[in-house]
């Protein structure tokens, strides 16, 4: 229920205003509403979210957690004076993660530390949280704002969230099931997600009348295709996983190709994708262009159009195939394992 007795005159003249959190709250709640499921036992405002798993059918029912947040990615969003979409990209850095073990994510919560609570603002981000949390079927049972003056300006502030998934533990994917002659196959991203904005910036000298130049092998504005929300992969994962027998998946984040797809390789097997293979979004050629930056540094840095990979045995390629472009997904074969410890050879 609405909070009407609550209000500190002395906390409001020292930057925080108690009611606008409150306000934020009612905002909310219609966004929130979207993304509730079967397990959800309870409404946002108390003091911890509580959901009940269905576990039925499982014999080992284990939890998966995931943690992030957007990065300088915010910047953008600051910038543009946009804030509907970059909760998609919040959660979409979690549940992308959590898949990887082949769990369903169940419930999300968000944290955002803001310099000056401007209940509308906040309301915004929530609701791209919430957005978020639809496409991927989790609930939205909590979260956090907090106001804390002093620490950054009035117009900025911070989103970081946490997801739970659940999967049987005879059906987590075991990585050493793998072996040379396993097939890669990307499945693509909708630009930079939220990764490597450090080096963006850096390379446009990101400012407002930079944002909004318009490129023609983008299609869009710069800050458009920047502010692009991050692909989530849960629903077409899922459904892969039910189909095909999947040995691996790789989220493409930070770090790009050379270090998250070794993290889902075994000792003695390496990654070898044929460079002509990967289907590179003109983003990508931008930022390459106008900064000078090596081949080698871009594949360390971006997901360079493939946001996630799965490896299956050669067998099971077309129906994997088959399954994720049903979903959606423009999937295509990327390359293959070897033998070797390389991790990965771009060739």
């Known amino acids: 229920m609405e909070n009407k007795n609550s209000f500190s005159e002395s906390y409001k003249k ?83 993660d959590v898949i990887c073990c082949g769990a369903k994510p169940l419930f999300f919560l968000d944290y955002i530390a803001c310099g000056k609570n401007y209940p509308e603002k906040i309301a915004e981000i929530v609701k791209g949280v919430s957005e978020g949390c639809v496409q991927s079927g989790c609930a939205l049972i909590g979260g956090e704002t907090a106001e804390h003056p002093g620490m950054m300006p009035d117009e900025e502030y911070d989103l970081a969230g946490f997801t739970v998934g659940i999967v049987d533990k005879k059906k987590i994917l075991n990585a050493d099931t793998q072996k040379a002659g396993d097939v890669l196959i990307a499945l693509p991203s909708t630009g930079v997600h939220s990764n490597g904005f450090s080096l963006v910036r850096n390379v446009f000298s990101i400012n407002e009348q930079n944002l909004a130049r318009h490129f023609a092998d983008l299609g869009s504005t710069l800050g458009e295709c920047l502010l692009t929300p991050t692909r989530i992969y849960v629903k077409s994962i899922l459904s892969l996983l039910e189909k095909v027998n999947v040995k691996s998946i790789s989220h493409i984040t930070g770090g790009g190709f050379y270090e ?20 590179v979004l003109p983003i990508f050629d931008l930022i390459a262009r106008t900064g000078n930056i090596p081949e080698r540094d871009m594949f360390n840095t971006f997901n360079m159009g493939v946001g996630m990979i799965v490896s299956v045995a050669p067998e099971d390629v077309d129906a994997a195939i088959a399954s994720l472009k049903a979903s959606g997904e423009e999937a295509y074969v990327l390359g293959e394992l070897v033998n070797g410890d390389d991790g990965v050879i771009i060739e």
């Open 260 to 279: 998250n797809i070794p993290r889902s390789l075994p000792k003695g097997i390496t990654a070898r994708i044929p460079r002509s293979n990967v289907k």
């Open 14 to 96: 020292a930057g925080v205003d108690v009611t606008a959190g409150y306000r934020s709250v009612e905002l909310m709640k219609q966004h929130v509403a979207r993304t509730v499921t079967s397990g959800v036992l309870d409404g946002i405002g108390g003091f911890g979210g509580l959901f009940a798993p269905d576990l039925k059918g499982m014999e080992e029912p284990v939890l998966v957690s995931g943690t992030d947040g957007v990065g300088t990615k915010l910047k953008i969003a600051f910038l543009m004076d946009k804030h509907d979409t970059i909760g998609i990209d919040c959660v979409a850095m979690c549940v992308n």
